[in-house]
């Protein structure tokens, strides 16, 4: 995978994206190993691309449909720059909230059996072009400036929710066949595993029995970051959840594997783009 940006993190700042993309890819317009504050929704229909939703990489196949939860990071590997077009939804999380009801929580549509951090659907190929309509109606409303097209993209986006939702009663879970590494999976499992903690790459290299920089030349060739940013990333998205809990930015500096406050408050700032507080005050996202 390509290198990843300096600041991983994404706000999505519209209630509703949605983009039908079939244009020719180039190495820069490709994000490796990021995240964002809501919901994203992709749908694959044609390429040679690989995709990344940590801890497991698969190779899409037509007709798959990836629903990914806030603050899981991903990222594409793409071995044909030619050809690759997908439909891409992003929704904030207090939209989706809103689109359902007590009854309707579609929230369930992004988490599953086997992750609890998204779901994976292969719809057939008699359904593609329903859904691709679907889409394309919504895209088409996002842009446009009539009246009513606001009301009109939730209700189409919820038409697509629940299309989803039926095609995921009757199509069977596709079983994960990841084409990650065994050695960098342990390595997800190990930071999972302590990253309350101050976490460094040698004593990780000595617990899993690898040398340092053999554990961040595969890391890197695996995912497109490099292991100490990744380690870094994790961090933050913790101290994201946590703050969203009400904990104070001094206690979560603690809490999310940090010494010093000055240290954690200025990466937090470079990857959220705001500081601790800010970002306590100004959004409200899944504890």
Same mark, same amino acid.
């Given at each position: 995978?390509?290198?990843?940006?300096?600041?991983?993190?994404?706000?999505?700042?519209?209630?509703?994206?949605?983009?039908?993309?079939?244009?020719?890819?180039?190495?820069?317009?490709?994000?490796?190993?990021?995240?964002?504050?809501?919901?994203?929704?992709?749908?694959?229909?044609?390429?040679?691309?690989?995709?990344?939703?940590?801890?497991?990489?698969?190779?899409?196949?037509?007709?798959?449909? #990836?629903?990914?939860?806030?603050?899981?990071?991903?990222?594409?590997?793409?071995?044909?720059?030619?050809?690759?077009?997908?439909?891409?939804?992003?929704?904030?999380?207090?939209?989706?909230?809103?689109?359902?009801?007590?009854?309707?929580?579609?929230?369930?549509?992004?988490?599953?059996?086997?992750?609890?951090?998204?779901?994976?659907?292969?719809?057939?190929?008699?359904?593609?072009?329903?859904?691709?309509?679907?889409?394309?109606?919504?895209?088409?409303?996002?842009?446009?400036?009539?009246?009513?097209?606001?009301?009109?993209?939730?209700?189409?986006?919820?038409?697509?929710?629940?299309?989803?939702?039926?095609?995921?009663?009757?199509?069977?879970?596709?079983?994960?066949?990841?084409?990650?590494?065994?050695?960098?999976?342990?390595?997800?499992?190990?930071?999972?595993?302590?990253?309350?903690?101050?976490?460094?790459?040698?004593?990780?290299?000595?617990?899993?029995?690898?040398?340092?920089?053999?554990?961040?030349?595969?890391?890197?060739?695996?995912?497109?970051?490099?292991?100490?940013?990744?380690?870094?990333?994790?961090?933050?998205?913790?101290?994201?959840?946590?703050?969203?809990?009400?904990?104070?930015?001094?206690?979560?500096?603690?809490?999310?594997?940090?010494?010093?406050?000055?240290? #954690?408050?200025?990466?937090?700032?470079?990857?959220?783009?705001?500081?601790?507080?800010?970002?306590?005050?100004?959004?409200?996202?899944?504890?």
């Amino acid at each position: 995978m390509r290198k990843a940006l300096d600041c991983p993190y994404s706000l999505i700042d519209r209630d509703i994206i949605c983009e039908h993309k079939t244009a020719r890819v180039t190495p820069s317009d490709i994000k490796t190993v990021h995240n964002h504050d809501g919901y994203e929704i992709v749908f694959f229909l044609r390429g040679d691309v690989n995709i990344m939703i940590e801890p497991d990489m698969v190779k899409m196949k037509r007709g798959d449909m #990836f629903f990914i939860s806030p603050l899981v990071f991903h990222g594409l590997d793409l071995e044909d720059i030619n050809g690759y077009e997908r439909v891409v939804i992003n929704i904030q999380y207090e939209t989706l909230k809103e689109l359902g009801d007590e009854e309707t929580d579609f929230s369930t549509l992004f988490r599953s059996d086997v992750s609890p951090n998204m779901n994976h659907l292969r719809i057939p190929e008699e359904g593609l072009s329903e859904f691709v309509q679907i889409a394309e109606k919504l895209q088409e409303c996002i842009e446009s400036t009539e009246f009513g097209h606001a009301v009109l993209s939730k209700a189409l986006l919820v038409e697509f929710l629940l299309l989803s939702c039926k095609y995921s009663a009757l199509v069977t879970q596709q079983k994960k066949n990841s084409l990650m590494p065994q050695v960098v999976s342990t390595i997800f499992d190990y930071i999972d595993s302590h990253i309350s903690e101050d976490i460094t790459i040698n004593t990780m290299a000595s617990d899993l029995h690898y040398s340092s920089d053999h554990l961040s030349r595969v890391f890197s060739e695996a995912t497109g970051d490099s292991l100490k940013h990744y380690i870094n990333a994790k961090k933050i998205v913790l101290a994201q959840k946590l703050l969203l809990q009400n904990y104070s930015p001094y206690d979560v500096c603690f809490m999310a594997g940090y010494n010093n406050y000055s240290s #954690f408050s200025r990466r937090f700032s470079k990857q959220i783009g705001m500081s601790p507080k800010q970002y306590q005050l100004a959004n409200v996202l899944p504890k």
